[in-house]
């Protein structure tokens, strides 16, 4: 499954996003498990969070077909 | 009224104060946010902006939605930049309009703080010695 | 730096931010005291400001020098209006430059609680039911 | 001496300015006093300063002669 990176995490992924298999059905709490496993830069920053359809995602959320997930690096707008 | 802009091209701080202002709103409260020249001592040569579009647009509009709510504003606009940006840059306007001064200053401040906090965008630092994305690492 | 004017002419949002932006400041807060169109549940038509000209600006710039030692303000710009003013017309503009946010915004709102408190500026108002000095009787 | 008036003052006093005479060499507070005794709208404001020289004088303060005197009724600006 597709996964959007922004900011920092573009560049542990190598690129605008990064694919990883068998996603759908997992949790979102899996997800960030499997996504610091297989990126463990990721692991190391402050925090990420994950945006499933343009919101924050609940770590007990249920991924399904045809979800947008996108991984959120610390934000620091303004 | 909510208006919420996310552009690569210059902030208009006018634009907001036109688009808050109303007859019946006394205070009027503006946050602009410019780049700096130095953070933590080192010099800044430029910063460079990611964002999130959609959500950040969504972002935004749930905070301007629950200021609004919170402080009984009138008007809020939030218009953040993305992109390239040089020192002196306005990286972000918040304008705000109530009745009286006081919950305009206090909602004011909560939408810039609220932004800083869960609207996903990143600032990218280019200094002298190098680039880093900022508040990513411990 | 401070600026301080009392004008008898429009004052101006843009002539505040230029005043106090400096590629030190990562923070400008501006506040703007509108007239508005009702005062008390009262239609009012329209507002006499009258000012002791010397003295006002000397307070202005009292406050302004105050709010920079006491929040670290990188720049303080004060405009106040005089005269008639109509609805919608902007009294006053209080503009504040810092390093960081937080300074910007307790700074700005106390430049304009303290104006309220000493500046030798008084407001006629005038409603349909008739006119009177805001704030002098009890 | 000249007491120059302000706002509400002016109205009371009925002009830009009003004339006490004998002032010089008295208090602040002796000058507040008389100003009430010969305006009494004055003293049904919710307070008045007065002005010395362009900075609020402290009711301790004895006048001088050439001293500039301006009456502050309650400000309202902003």
């Not at chain 1, 997992?26 to 919101?55: C, M, Q, W």
């Not at chain 2, 910063?47 to 919170?70: C, N, V």
């Not at chain 2, 953040?80 to 009745?99: P, T």
Request: charged share 25%.
């Amino acid at each position: 499954m597709k996964i959007t990176c922004f900011g920092i995490a573009r560049e542990i992924a190598g690129g605008p996003s990064l694919d990883l298999p068998g996603v759908e059905g997992a949790t979102v709490a899996d997800l960030k498990h499997r996504l610091i496993a297989a990126y463990p830069a990721l692991g190391e920053l402050i925090s990420f969070a994950v945006a499933r359809n343009e919101v924050y995602a609940r770590d007990e959320e249920v991924i399904a077909v045809g979800d947008e997930l996108v991984i959120i690096p610390p934000v620091s707008g303004g | 009224m909510i208006d919420v802009a996310l552009r690569d091209t210059p902030l208009n701080l006018d634009e907001c104060a036109r688009f808050v202002s109303h007859p019946s709103c006394g205070g009027l409260c503006f946050f602009v946010g410019n780049i700096r020249d130095l953070n933590l001592g080192q010099t800044v040569t430029h910063l460079e902006f990611d964002a999130y579009d959609p959500m950040a647009i969504r972002e935004m509009r749930k905070i301007a939605g629950a200021a609004r709510e919170r402080f009984d504003l009138y008007a809020v606009a939030l218009h953040h930049r993305k992109g390239d940006l040089a020192i002196g840059d306005a990286a972000v306007i918040v304008a705000v309009s109530s009745v009286h001064r006081a919950p305009a200053f206090a909602g004011c401040e909560f939408v810039i703080d609220e932004l800083k906090k869960t609207v996903p965008i990143w600032k990218k630092e280019f200094r002298e010695d190098g680039s880093h994305w900022l508040n990513a690492r411990p």
